[in-house]
């Protein structure tokens, strides 16, 4: 296969179905997504077959059992697609909307249509479950997409891609409006990444080593998270219950996960209170503790190093500082933070929005663990990522965040002298 003509194609085609696509009501959409459960629906023993071949060449290549179960596809997990499918289908549909009309001295009036991006290419790996999730969510937000699913899932993601072909034929819309690469070969995401003619944005989801080749070589605009290293503040002034509940919560509800806590700052006026009885609960979920030189004359844990401020951990181990104030927790999170998300628990108002104000992270929170910070939670009904850039969409971004806003003027014959 020649990739650079094979993908110029695939962004031709592409480009030509953004413009048809742009077009489509809510309605069209919406029969779309429906159709293409109905058709996931009808081929649940194919999907299963299909991801057989994946898993047992995943396991053929050593895979581990982390990575075979996120590849898997089950009864339970094509239901939960299809489900999925029919939860975009009722989510509002940004596109179209219009705001912010108002009345010039000219006479024109002035507002703001919200519109799609237009051509979005999505790289990620392992779970095939993102090809639906992104398929819909780019379908609904009227951007024809370029799917780029990881090799271990090859046999999956071409199956799922039959369905989606499936319900926009049904639907009347052109298959072109989704396409899932057809081919293995790495060389693809080099080319796509740099379609600028074709492709609008690029929204890599994987490790930070994907994310960090992509963002250095694309042409194209990405929107990207690299790391989740967020903080929970404890300040001298907050409920210790709640800030127990929450420091818990955000480090060990689930490890491997962008939003969970990866460092613990605690006010030194409250460090003897707390920390001990954190640390008898992060003992008895097996999390291993790291800690500055005053952490360590409160309770046992092991030496943080200059290393350990700036790591995601996604894995059941907590580095915790004790701080003198607030204002060295905020200098701690602008050298370490890598824009996701931060906490401070305190019962103090301005120092609330103090810390919201200044605190310069795609998700900042006041009292509440660091795992809300997720499109399902936001009630933006899902997302496509999280964002850490300061440009376009920031944090979960899900339809609203796939689409842009043009200005609209109506006039009556105005002509400027």
């Not at 077959?49 to 895979?63: F, H, T």
């Not at 939860?87 to 703001?112: N, T």
């Not at 990881?150 to 034929?169: D, P, R, V, W, Y």
Request: aromatic share 4%; proline share 3%; with cysteine.
């Amino acid at each position: 296969m020649d990739i650079k003509a094979y993908m110029h194609t695939l962004g031709k085609q592409a480009r030509a179905a953004s413009r048809q696509l742009v077009g489509a009501d809510t309605a069209t959409k919406n029969a779309a997504l429906l159709a293409i459960a109905d058709a996931m629906a009808a081929s649940e023993a194919y999907l299963c077959q299909e991801n057989q071949k994946d898993l047992a060449a995943g396991k053929a290549n050593g895979l581990d059992a982390a990575m075979l179960d996120r590849l898997a596809i089950t009864p339970a997990g094509v239901a939960g697609m299809i489900e999925g499918l029919r939860q975009v289908a009722a989510l509002p549909d940004p596109c179209g909307e219009i705001s912010d009309m108002c009345f010039r001295p000219s006479g024109i009036q002035l507002g703001k249509m919200r519109v799609p991006l237009g051509v979005i290419g999505i790289i990620y790996e392992s779970r095939p479950n993102v090809t639906i999730d992104a398929a819909s969510l780019c379908l609904k937000s009227g951007n024809a997409t370029i799917l780029r699913g990881g090799s271990e899932a090859f046999h999956s993601n071409q199956a799922i891609a039959t369905c989606i072909a499936k319900g926009l034929e049904k639907a009347g819309l052109p298959a072109s409006c989704v396409q899932v690469i057809e081919t293995a070969d790495r060389a693809a995401v080099g080319e796509l990444i740099t379609l600028s003619e074709c492709v609008d944005v690029i929204v890599p989801r994987g490790g930070k080593g994907l994310i960090e080749r992509i963002s250095r070589d694309a042409t194209v605009p990405v929107l990207k998270h690299l790391d989740g290293i967020c903080h929970v503040y404890i300040d001298d002034r907050a409920d210790l219950d709640m800030a127990f509940n929450i420091a818990l919560n955000a480090k060990t509800h689930r490890y491997g996960v962008c939003n969970a806590m990866e460092t613990l700052l605690v006010a030194e006026g409250v460090a003897f209170e707390i920390l001990p009885r954190l640390a008898e609960a992060y003992a008895a979920k097996g999390v291993e503790l790291r800690g500055c030189e005053k952490t360590r004359a409160v309770i046992d844990a092991k030496v943080a190093t200059e290393e350990d401020w700036g790591t995601e951990y996604l894995a059941p181990v907590l580095s915790i500082r004790v701080v003198e104030d607030m204002d060295q927790a905020m200098d701690h999170i602008e050298q370490y933070t890598s824009r996701h998300t931060e906490v401070i628990v305190t019962e103090d108002y301005s120092r609330a929005h103090r810390f919201l104000r200044q605190v310069d992270s795609s998700s900042v929170m006041v009292n509440a663990s660091s795992r809300f910070a997720d499109g399902f939670e936001y009630g933006l009904g899902a997302e496509i990522g999280i964002s850490t850039d300061k440009l376009h969409a920031r944090g979960p971004v899900g339809l609203e965040g796939l689409t842009s806003q043009k200005w609209i003027v109506f006039g009556t014959g105005q002509i400027r002298n």
